[in-house]
């Protein structure tokens, strides 16, 4: 495996299940993120990473909840969520370097909330 | 988004050139970036330029930067169907973790 990793795909919820979206980097990267990217709406930061620290929450509803355990991994853990959660969601990571970063995303798991 | 700003669509003959334009605010900006996004698909890093150069080409991508106009332009060459995509640029700071993303052009190539 290459590169930025993410599972699955595709995920349909009830709004009252609980799922988990998982990201793998294998770029030995220091920071890791999540976007949100919804229909006809900019890319919206969610979470930044650095060093498996949270540095960056940029009010997101508590219905979501990282997870970074080491530096190669990202979850993001779902729960009573609502349909205007459906959306494309980025991972994301980078090795910041003097103002350069570079950030390496993954395909993206499409989420619908019924 | 609200500190890069681009135009929202674009069209474009095959074999033509585009040229896609974006302005940004911040001038302690010291890298930008361009992404291309395929229907599907996450992003893909095509080009970046560090904020001490005016121009830079890889290829059929020609990325310009205006520092005293805060302005970014890329430009492809004899564009095929291939290039339709949604193309974002963005920039990020020194010591800052973040890129601040631009709301992304989607490039139309008609035969």
């Known amino acids: 495996e290459t590169g930025v990793t993410q599972t699955p795909r595709h995920l349909v919820m009830g709004m009252t299940n609980k799922k988990s979206l998982k990201c793998e980097q294998h770029l030995g990267h220091n920071a890791m993120y999540w976007y949100k990217q919804s229909a006809k709406k900019p890319l919206e930061l969610m979470f930044v990473y650095s060093l498996e620290e949270r540095v960056e929450n940029n009010s997101v509803p508590s219905r979501f909840s990282p997870e970074c355990p080491n530096s190669s991994h990202l979850f993001l853990h779902l729960h009573t969520l609502q349909p205007e959660d459906s959306a494309l969601y980025l991972c994301a990571s980078s090795q910041e370097q003097w103002g350069h970063n570079e950030q390496f995303f993954g395909p993206g798991t499409r989420l619908t909330v019924l | 988004g609200e500190d890069v700003e681009q135009s929202l669509f674009l069209s474009v003959r095959e074999g033509d050139s585009s040229v896609i334009n974006c302005t940004y605010t911040d001038s302690s900006s010291t890298y930008l970036y361009w992404y291309k996004q395929e229907p599907g698909a996450g992003l893909q890093l095509l080009t970046y330029?560090?904020?001490?150069?005016d121009m830079k080409q890889d290829q059929r991508l020609t990325v310009l930067l205006n520092k005293k106009d805060k302005h970014l332009s890329l430009r492809i060459a004899d564009t095929q169907t291939g290039d339709s995509a949604i193309y974002f640029c963005?920039?990020?700071?020194?010591?800052?973790?973040?890129?601040?993303f631009g709301a992304g052009t989607t490039v139309t190539v008609r035969a």
């Open positions: 963005a920039e990020s700071q020194l010591g800052d973790y973040k890129l601040s």
């Open positions: 330029i560090f904020s001490n150069m």
